[in-house]
């Protein structure tokens, strides 16, 4: 910066001061680019190693989507579609969630999507306790640098491991939660609706209310889950 580029600045600051701003809040770099971070996170874990579910992995999944979204969706955990892709959701299970997003006035580019465990556990068996707590920073990380609205949980195994309560999915139902202070909604797996069509209504009803929520700016009624 020359002698008046400096002036010039000054007189800048003094300007806003007499206006009565005395205090300027800048956003870093990191802030601005979360999309870059996330790419550069995703890079930097994937060769993991951290629980034994390192040792059938063919691509580490870390997630997908609007790196800005208001809306985060965490499943339980990738299968073998994700597995063999590196991508969240691809399979039939991803597919039914790309449609009723789209039911709903969504697209997956405007949301991400992500899981509790970013490997896929052999024979799709429910992630164990020390493997979704070595993931979890990672997904806590991911949510600090996305700053969503409102997260969506994908299932019991995601409920439980996130909310700390052991509850079934129907009792997870209809109550919004807090998740890093972030309004937290529980629904159904799309894999359950596939297994059994009878979830499919209840699952309507869940994200008429999702899409309520974020397309409204009104604060919903939580409990603090964590």
């Known amino acids: 910066m020359n002698k008046n580029q400096l002036g010039s600045t000054v007189q800048y600051l003094e300007y806003l001061k007499l206006s009565g701003i005395d205090d300027l809040f800048l956003r870093s770099r990191e802030e601005n680019n979360s999309e870059l971070n996330l790419e550069t996170l995703q890079r930097k874990y994937s060769q993991c190693k951290k629980c034994d579910l390192a040792e059938n992995r063919i691509k580490f999944v870390y997630g997908e989507g609007n ?3 208001r809306l985060v969706f965490i499943g339980e955990a990738p299968g073998a579609d994700e597995n063999r892709s590196g991508k969240p959701f691809v399979g039939k299970a991803g597919q ?8 709903i006035g969504l697209t997956r580019e405007e949301v991400y999507i992500t899981n ?12 164990h306790t020390t493997e ?6 990672y997904l806590d990380e991911q949510l600090k640098l996305i700053r969503p609205d409102l997260i969506v949980l994908l299932g019991r195994v995601a409920a439980v491991s996130l909310l700390d309560m052991k509850l079934s999915l129907a009792k997870f139902r209809g109550t919004t939660y807090l998740y890093n202070n972030i309004p937290t909604i529980v629904t159904y797996h799309p894999s359950a609706l596939l297994r059994n069509p ?3 209504r209840p699952t309507w009803e869940d994200f008429k209310k999702i899409r309520r929520e974020y397309f409204s700016d009104n604060e919903p009624e939580v409990i603090d889950g964590n």
């Not at 039914?96 to 039911?103: E, Y």
């Not at 509790?116 to 992630?127: A, E, G, L, M, W």
């Open 96 to 103: 039914l969630l790309t449609r009723i997003l789209q039911a």
């Open 116 to 127: 509790v465990v970013k490997c896929r556990p052999p024979n799709n068996r429910d992630p």
């Open 132 to 137: 979704i707590e070595s993931c979890r920073p």
């Open 198 to 200: 009878v979830y499919k």
């Open 67 to 69: 790196s800005h979204a």
